[in-house]
């Protein structure tokens, strides 16, 4: 009885143990597919854009205007507080009017001379005239009396100038302002004296409403926008001229200005281009030399592709790419140009067309020719969440 145990046991451990066998082989042989990897896309869709441009800039005074002394003297007043909001003509400054009030007196007195003098010269010929033909008077004479008169009379004019530079200069004792504007810190006292040579200026008027932002632009930007609206790519709108600043506090200034004009030249040391608005500015706000940034309305791009910064890469050169899902469900690299950030977004202007899908997310899982599953995303929504 053990031994017919025996002979039934052991071909079952045999069969078993073999059984066992051919199932490791089977596992080793058949291997079930892995997963496809999930990722999310973004269908890109043309659509006008309208394209703007922030640059650094500084602004300038509308008008500057030095005020300077016409004539020397003695500074007797200062008739205005620095930093105070003056009008054209209004008087800043008092220069001693005592030594040319008498040279005006004194051309007054040269006048009435020659005045005098050119009415005898006058008499003188017609009284002369009548007797010329009845010899009492020579020819000679005669021409001598005629020509005093005129000199007489020019001596008169000269006179009548002289009168004219001497009023004038005593004017110029009465320093007024040249434009209106905000003057600031004057540079003499009551007591100093000043001379029309000076070096220095008795003091500074800026006109601040408007007020000049002058920014610049590299002149790759200049050609690229130029080359853009040449093939069409990008129209010139009606707002092309409109400009909107950012002040330096990080606040937006809440009036929009105008382009006056972009340099003719080429900056050599910077390789960029000035590019002048102006602002209105009632509330002196912006005062000169503020830091800003200006944001000027490039144009209007009919079919602008707008892809996540999160879907674009570059490498080492700078040179950007992104990966997308084709037709086949299979990713795609493909290599593109983006041109400038748009908030959180490149321009991209060639390597992508309308209804590529880029991917978005999951983009460290895949591969090239790596079959996925695309999922929509919606960035909007999925940035509101995080919020």
């Known amino acids: ?11 079952s451990v045999i069969l078993l143990s073999a059984c066992f066998v051919l199932s490791g082989c089977d596992d080793k042989e058949v291997k079930a597919p892995l997963p496809q990897p999930h990722v999310g896309v973004v269908t890109l869709k ?4 309208q394209v703007t441009t922030e640059l650094p800039g500084r602004t300038d005074a509308y008008r500057v205007a030095e005020v300077r002394p016409q004539v020397g003297g003695i500074i007797l007043k200062r008739n205005f507080a620095e930093g105070s909001d003056i009008r054209g003509g209004e008087s800043l400054y008092q220069i001693d009017p005592a030594p040319y009030k008498a040279a005006y007196d004194s051309a007054q007195g040269e006048l009435a001379k020659a005045v005098a003098a050119a009415k005898l010269a006058h008499l003188t010929v017609q009284r002369d005239k009548p007797l010329v033909g009845d010899h009492y008077v020579s020819q000679q004479e005669f021409d001598t009396a005629v020509a005093n008169a005129q000199q007489a009379d020019a001596d008169v004019q000269a006179a009548r100038a002289n009168v004219e530079t001497a009023r004038i200069n ?3 004792t009465k320093v007024t302002s040249p434009i209106d504007g905000r003057i600031g810190q004057s540079n003499v006292t009551e007591g100093a004296l000043v ?11 800026q006109q601040l409403d408007p007020i000049y932002v002058d920014v610049t632009q590299s002149s790759n930007d200049f050609i690229r926008l130029k080359q853009a609206v040449i093939q069409g790519s990008l129209e010139k709108s009606a707002l092309q001229t409109q400009v909107t600043l950012v002040m330096e506090n990080g606040q937006p200034y809440p009036l929009k200005g105008q382009l006056q004009f972009s340099d003719v030249s080429v900056d050599e040391s910077t390789g960029s281009i000035t590019i002048r608005a102006l602002f209105p500015n009632p509330q002196h706000d912006l005062l000169p030399g503020m830091f800003v940034r200006a944001r000027i309305d490039e144009g209007m791009q009919k079919d602008a592709l707008l892809v996540p910064q999160q879907g674009v890469t570059r490498n080492p050169r700078g040179e950007a790419s992104v990966m997308l899902v084709n037709a086949k469900s299979q990713v795609e690299v493909r290599n593109v140009t983006a041109a400038q950030a748009i908030g959180d977004k490149w321009l991209v202007t060639d390597g992508l067309h309308s209804g590529d899908r880029v991917i978005v997310s999951g983009l460290q899982k895949v591969r090239p020719e790596m079959t996925v599953k695309a999922e929509e995303q919606n960035l909007q929504a999925n940035a509101s969440q995080g919020q």
């Open 1 to 11: 009885m053990k031994k017919y145990s025996e002979f039934i046991l052991l071909p």
């Open 46 to 49: 043309a659509e006008p854009l």
């Open 170 to 172: 005593l004017a110029y």
């Open 195 to 205: 001379t029309t040579e000076q070096a220095n200026a008795l003091a500074t008027v």
